[in-house]
């Protein structure tokens, strides 16, 4: 793919982004609330394995860049590492008022 700057976003000119996981969060709900019912069936040991499957997950699932603003998700490209975590701060600087 293209490089790309993250100095702004091409659909909304905001110079502002966070990474997060490229994971479908509908699959990743449904690993956790699976491992919760089979609690009292595992003795607790159905969250160890839930645990389990998340480390891994998390160490094989590719980050993506996500623009405050328009929410515009970038895949598969190279994201700086100045590019942080979500941040509730920043995010309250583009929250549409009611």
């Not at 100095?7 to 690993?31: A, E, L, M, T």
């Not at 969250?47 to 891994?56: E, H």
């Not at 980050?63 to 975590?85: G, T």
């Amino acid at each position: 793919m293209s490089e790309f700057d993250f100095s702004k976003c091409p659909h909304c000119n905001c110079k502002h982004f966070y990474r997060q996981k490229d994971f479908n969060k509908v699959i990743g709900c449904f690993v956790i609330l699976t491992g919760a019912v089979f609690v009292p069936f595992t003795y607790g040991l159905s969250l160890l394995l839930v645990a389990v499957i998340d480390w891994f997950l998390y160490k094989r699932v590719a980050d993506e860049a996500v623009c405050y603003k328009c929410r515009e998700e970038f895949k598969n490209i190279e994201i700086p590492d100045n590019i942080k975590p979500f941040d509730h701060h920043i995010a309250e600087l583009y929250e549409e008022p009611d």
